[in-house]
């Protein structure tokens, strides 16, 4: 069966947030004391009492607005709303029941869903605060008192929530599952391809750039096995990083490239790769992280015959570092072979997960040193004794010879052309490491 799902909603600037991060023991979402920070819904595990659930954070509910991000995050407090086992209300000790806090209640009443009352920034010991029984007035039973600063009341809260829960089945882990980081620059498409291959509005789409800001988790099954989705905020260039939010959000797109199985770069068909792109795309490449280059917005392009040949030997060439990469041409707005992806993302995860054996390498070394003679530099030559695949995530071999000084970068690249061209590789950065030992040896 699946996981509970225990959603944290409330008005904005209760401490959901800092809460989301004091149960799930990380820090996945932006704590600002700004409100309106967390916009789409964040996921992740958390553990209690043997009890593993999903617990999500949601932005703060706005009951009466127009303002159209504050719109898009009432819309997706209100799936969390619909898809939660349970919701914890989180209100404010401070600022006392308000009106927003009485729309919010009733808005989770007519839900029909289980509610927990937490009442947060209660950070003293001791007696509980009497100004905690004003909460009663919401109609939701017992107020909780908690400290999300501090953790104090969050056993006692996470217990009342197990209390809803279903009886436990054995579940099966989900080894198999592929981690997918959707990364790219503002307003390439991220959040729109998301939304195209769940078939719902999962995140906030708008042509406002840096709409999304915490990189959200989304797990996606179908018929060609089981991915986590993860929507990474635009990257700016730091020059265009003007506020201290969304310096927060780069860093959780590093994070969700770090524990990304395959990365997704999007490029807009439009503008073709720019100066951003190339940095985006880096971070992958030097985090060793299998990609796929991904032109969106392709339905927006006039074109003939050679178009797309065109556009694939622009980006190989601007990308030159990322040659490895399988380029793929789609349309989220349009669904254009978006399903294509599945199959490159299974591709490309395999080719990183490659072992070669030792006598394999060895044969394609013996074949490409016959080939090309080593170098050598003032009489002494390069002699490279043998090869062997350290570890996988990206494939890693180290190469033994006499002399590292004389390894010219030039023939590590050319070794590793040697092969790519025999064990294919495709879509995976590879490591070389180089090592000495003597001749004796």
């Known amino acids: 069966?699946?996981?509970?799902?225990?959603?944290?909603?409330?008005?904005?600037?209760?401490?959901?947030?800092?809460?989301?991060?004091?149960?799930?023991?990380?820090?996945?979402?932006?704590?600002?004391?700004?409100?309106?920070?967390?916009?789409?819904?964040?996921?992740?595990?958390?553990?209690?009492?043997?009890?593993?659930?999903?617990?999500?954070?949601?932005?703060?509910?706005?009951p009466n607005t127009e303002d159209e991000i504050l719109l898009f995050m009432r819309e997706q407090a209100r799936i969390a709303i619909e898809s939660a086992t349970v919701i914890i209300l989180l209100c404010d000790l401070r600022t006392g029941v308000t009106a927003a806090d009485h729309d919010v209640a009733n808005m989770l009443l007519k839900a029909g869903r289980p509610v927990v009352l937490a009442v947060n920034k209660a950070d003293s010991t001791g007696p509980t605060d009497p100004d905690v029984y004003e909460f009663y007035n919401l109609g939701l039973g017992d107020p909780i008192p908690v400290s999300a600063l501090h953790g104090h009341g969050?056993?006692?809260?996470?217990?009342?929530?197990?209390?809803?829960?279903?009886?436990?089945?054995?579940?099966?882990?989900?080894?198999?599952?592929?981690?997918?980081?959707?990364?790219?620059?503002p307003n390439v498409g991220k959040s729109s391809l998301i939304n195209r291959i769940l078939g719902q509005e999962r995140v906030i789409v708008s042509d406002v750039a840096g709409t999304t800001r915490d990189a959200v988790d989304t797990p996606f099954e179908n018929e060609t096995g089981k991915y986590l989705f993860i929507d990474t905020a635009g990257m700016r260039r730091k020059a265009k990083i003007g506020d201290r939010?969304?310096?927060?959000?780069?860093?959780?797109?590093?994070?969700?490239?770090?524990?990304?199985?395959?990365?997704?770069i999007l490029i807009d068909a439009q503008t073709g790769v720019t100066e951003q792109d190339t940095k985006v795309a880096g971070m992958a490449?030097?985090?060793?992280?299998?990609?796929?280059?991904?032109?969106?917005?392709?339905?927006?392009?006039?074109?003939?015959?050679?178009?797309?040949?065109?556009?694939?030997?622009?980006?190989?060439?601007?990308?030159?570092?990322?040659?490895?990469?399988?380029?793929?041409?789609?349309?989220?707005?349009?669904?254009?072979?978006?399903?294509?992806?599945?199959?490159?993302?299974?591709?490309?995860?395999?080719?990183?997960?490659?072992?070669?054996?030792?006598?394999?390498?060895?044969?394609?070394?013996?074949?490409?040193?016959?080939?090309?003679?080593?170098?050598?530099?003032?009489?002494?030559?390069?002699?490279?004794?043998?090869?062997?695949?350290?570890?996988?995530?990206?494939?890693?071999?180290?190469?033994?010879?006499?002399?590292?000084?004389?390894?010219?970068?030039?023939?590590?690249?050319?070794l590793e052309n040697q092969i790519r061209a025999v064990f294919g590789l495709e879509g995976t950065p590879v490591r070389m490491t180089i090592r000495e030992r003597s001749e004796k040896k």
């Not at 217990?159 to 009886?167: G, H, I, N, S, W």
């Not at 797109?253 to 990304?260: D, Q, S, T």
Request: proline share 5%; glycine share 6%; aromatic share 8%.
């Open 154 to 185: 969050t056993g006692e809260l996470l217990d009342a929530c197990l209390a809803f829960f279903p009886e436990q089945d054995e579940e099966e882990p989900d080894d198999d599952v592929i981690q997918v980081a959707v990364i790219g620059r």
């Open 285 to 414: 490449h030097e985090a060793g992280k299998a990609s796929v280059i991904v032109v969106n917005k392709w339905d927006a392009v006039e074109k003939d015959d050679r178009t797309m040949d065109r556009m694939r030997e622009a980006v190989k060439r601007d990308l030159a570092f990322m040659s490895y990469a399988p380029v793929a041409f789609i349309s989220a707005l349009t669904g254009q072979r978006v399903n294509r992806l599945f199959e490159l993302i299974r591709f490309v995860n395999e080719q990183s997960h490659m072992r070669i054996t030792t006598g394999l390498l060895n044969s394609v070394l013996a074949d490409a040193t016959a080939r090309v003679q080593p170098p050598s530099d003032k009489g002494k030559r390069l002699k490279v004794f043998y090869i062997t695949q350290a570890g996988i995530c990206p494939p890693h071999f180290v190469v033994f010879c006499n002399d590292s000084s004389l390894f010219h970068f030039s023939y590590r690249r050319y």
């Open 245 to 264: 939010i969304e310096k927060f959000s780069i860093l959780r797109a590093a994070m969700a490239i770090e524990r990304a199985d395959v990365c997704l």
């Open 1 to 62: 069966m699946p996981r509970p799902i225990v959603a944290i909603v409330g008005r904005p600037n209760t401490g959901k947030s800092m809460l989301f991060n004091k149960l799930t023991g990380k820090r996945l979402s932006i704590v600002e004391d700004t409100p309106g920070v967390t916009r789409d819904r964040l996921y992740a595990p958390c553990e209690w009492c043997g009890r593993t659930f999903t617990l999500v954070d949601t932005g703060g509910i706005e």
